[in-house]
């Protein structure tokens, strides 16, 4: 069974500086890997997603990187801003169009 | 980007009511649809897979009955949550998967049940 697992659930920085979170799975055998935003009692939003086959993929300032041999995908974004606070959530899937698997997330709190 | 559309964003109900959130993916078509359920500072929790034209498939745990689920066509499967209690209260989110492998979600529906 597929496991992930966020690190730090909470993340509180200065405007400005850089994040970097982290994503973590049990099962290598993935589809893909999927990050996405979450803003207090909405849907999610899709940043970023990477195919099995890619090593990272890039966005404005939001860059991620996947390293399916250990089971790892970070998630970096740049010059932080009060507007990235949120919880950022990362999803593994098994096979194309399948169901998600999702980390617990991490809370974000950027400081002006 | 695809867009997916949830309705109502909240319901407030009477307990025993019965509630129905419909989930449209607006501008392609989903074979497959995913309902999701989020607890306060939690994260998403599959509910069931949506099935075009065929019966949902529901994770372990998941009362069929009680989350009746239906998917009759490519742009819209409903959720509705029957005889509800407030031990049902949460947040719903659907997701519809583009050809492409992707999927999108929507704003997500809030229930209170009183």
């Known amino acids: 069974k597929q496991e992930v697992t966020q690190i730090p659930a909470a993340l509180s920085v200065p405007e400005g500086e850089n994040l970097v979170l982290n994503c973590s799975f049990t099962?290598?055998?993935?589809?893909?890997l999927q990050w996405f935003r979450q803003d207090p009692g909405k849907g999610l939003t899709s940043l970023l997603l990477?195919?099995?086959?890619?090593r990272e993929q890039t966005s404005g300032r939001l860059n991620a990187s996947l390293d399916k041999s250990s089971g790892r995908s970070t998630l970096y974004i740049a010059a932080s801003q009060p507007g990235d606070s949120a919880t950022y959530l990362c999803?593994?899937?098994?096979?194309?169009?399948?169901?998600?698997?999702f980390g617990g997330g991490t809370r974000v709190l950027v400081k002006p | 980007g695809a867009v997916v559309s949830q309705h109502p964003s909240w319901v407030i109900c009477k307990s025993g009511t019965s509630v129905k959130i419909e989930c449209r993916s607006l501008?392609?078509?989903?074979?497959?649809m995913f309902w999701y359920r989020q607890f306060p500072k939690q994260s998403l929790m599959l509910m069931a897979t949506?099935?075009?034209?065929?019966?949902?498939?529901?994770e372990q745990g998941v009362e069929k009955d009680k989350f009746l689920i239906n998917h009759a066509s490519l742009t819209l499967s409903t959720l509705t949550v029957t005889s509800a209690h407030p031990e049902d209260s949460s947040f719903y989110i659907c997701?519809?998967?583009?050809?492409?492998?992707?999927?999108?979600f929507g704003e997500g529906s809030r229930l209170t049940v009183l």
């Open positions: 997701s519809a998967g583009r050809n492409t492998g992707e999927l999108f």
């Open positions: 099962d290598s055998a993935i589809y893909n």
């Open positions: 990477i195919q099995s086959s890619q």
């Open positions: 999803a593994v899937y098994k096979a194309a169009g399948n169901k998600l698997t």
């Open positions: 501008d392609f078509q989903a074979t497959t």
């Open positions: 949506s099935n075009e034209g065929s019966k949902a498939t529901y």
